[in-house]
């Protein structure tokens, strides 16, 4: 049995909701794809237990009726898996992973700002990376927003 | 309780890839608190790569950073060969580890000298520029550019090596290992050196753990992590090279690990001239690219570099995103600020390798009891801590170096 075989068998034995929802894309590569309300369970399980002690980044995407959101996590032996949690728009909601993950700020701050989603337990503060003065209602990466060239000549 | 002084560093310069804003809370001359605040010149690229093609994204990706420029775009264009399912020639693949491994001297050589001008050793400053100039002669007759290389594109490299082209690699590399054990040595007995630098800016090996930190500040922390080594990619896992770590958790420690790591730098470079085999350039990529995605890390200079592209069976992406190691550095900075003294900010900040401590910065003083207010450059804010530490003995100026 390869690594992520081991990983993705303890994973789905711990979690039975995830069978079927882990994928091996390629060597070192993996991809489970989990309903938001239970992304913590999992993430705190595959940090204190499978030692995926470091999250690299967070990816957001627009996919149309949902918001995407992978976190990419990985461990000392270069393992990286993603994890997939959707959110619809209608309800853009996520849970924070900051208890998980303390260097997580930025990333989830980028995610509120650049497309509209409300990372709960994320403390206020300054924005990142759009300016204080941004219009709250605008957010650049959803498929909808369009640059405005009214500037340009 | 002792007055606090509030030094807001930054934000603002057009120069930077990140421009960054440091507050600064004083107590006397030790800093109480400290934040950074980030964002002031968000550019909008992954916006603009939705509306470009792949080979456009290449060349507008190149231009996310002024030294990690390869870095970037083989993270890129390796996430995007994996999306559209093709396989480089394996002499390419030699090709950009040669220019990635030839960026990373360039990288860790400008900051041996951006480290000693901000200690006031600017005779160190001088000589590593000097030798700089070797490694980036180099790449602009391998690519021909000194700091835009674009040897990559769409399915391989651009240009091939010739074999005059690489004696001269060779010839340099010689050269440049030379000069480097002649750093090593200075940096591991010149007591000036080592006390200015040693116990400044500590990141313990738990709290680099913690908020993720990576590259040459994480692995001189003791964090025996680099992308090369645990994730493979190119054709890293056929060279024989090894981690750098060390202990010091300090300024000192980060010194030793660049050092050391060019050495491993040179070990590569020669590995892949010897090894690298006959062969084609680039292969034929199709035009529309199919829905799939890809997440590549790359162990940049400053650290790791991750790449997420998805494509959407046209010719541009759905989505492209990057993130740049300094992004996950700047979480650790105000644990190394914090407790330490105003005349040893420079150096800690330009210790994470920032693109940062070169510039100008307007610093405004405000002294918040008895509203006064006055303004240091970032100039004179380094002319403090130098002359700050000349009066405890520690004077740069003083060494002598050799030619």
Known sequence: MSNEEKIIS?????????????????????????????????????????????????????????????????????????????????????????????????????????FGVKVDGLPAGRHYPLPENWPQDEHPLLKDWKPKDKELK | MPKRIEIPIGPQHPALKEPESFTLYLE???????????????????????????????????????????????????????????????????IRVLIGELERIHSHLLWVGVAGHEIGFDSLFMYSWRDREVVMDILAMLTGGRVQYSINTFGGVRRDISATQKEQVLKAI???????????????????????????????HEIAMKYNASGPLARASGVTRDVRKDDPYLVYDELDFNVITNDGCDVFSRVVVRALELMESYKII?????????????????????????TVRYEAPRGEDIHYVRGNGTEKPERVKLRAPTLANLASITYML????????????????????????????????????????????????????????FDAHKIKLSI
């Open chain 1, 10 to 114: 303890e994973l789905t034995q711990k979690f039975t909701f995830l069978n079927e929802k882990c994928v091996i894309v390629r060597p070192r590569r993996i991809t489970v794809v989990v309903d938001r309300e239970k992304a913590l369970d999992v993430f705190k399980y595959l940090f204190s237990e499978q030692k995926f002690d470091f999250l690299s980044t967070i990816v957001g995407l627009d996919s149309g009726e949902n918001l995407e959101f992978i976190y990419n996590i990985n461990n000392k032996e270069g393992m990286l898996i993603n994890v997939k949690v959707f959110a619809p728009k209608a309800d853009a909601v996520i849970k924070s992973v900051l208890e998980v993950y303390a260097g997580a700020t930025y990333y989830e701050k980028e995610l509120e700002g650049m």
């Open chain 2, 28 to 94: 006397g001359e030790r800093v109480a608190a400290s934040n950074v605040t980030l964002g002031y010149n968000h550019r909008g690229m992954e916006k603009a790569c939705e509306m470009r093609s792949y080979i456009q994204c290449l060349y507008l990706i190149e231009r996310t950073c002024g030294i990690c420029s390869h870095s970037h775009t083989t993270a890129f264009i390796t996430a995007s060969e994996e999306v559209a399912q093709v396989e480089i020639p394996k002499r390419a693949k030699y």
């Open chain 2, 174 to 204: 010689d050269i440049l290992e030379e000069r480097t054990k002649y750093y090593i040595d200075i940096a591991l007995t010149e007591t000036t050196m080592m006390g200015r630098l040693k116990n400044v800016g500590g990141l313990t």
């Open chain 2, 270 to 294: 020669r590995q892949v001239l010897t090894n690298m085999p006959d062969g084609d350039l680039t292969v034929k990529v199709p035009r529309k690219v199919p829905a799939n995605e890809a």
């Open chain 2, 338 to 393: 914090d407790g330490g003294y105003l005349a040893d900010v420079p150096i800690v900040i330009a210790a994470i390798d920032p693109c940062f401590s070169c510039t100008d910065r307007a610093i405004t003083v405000k002294q918040i009891d008895n509203g006064r207010e006055g303004t240091l450059d970032w100039n004179k804010l380094r002319e403090y801590s130098i002359e700050w530490h000349k009066q405890r003995g």
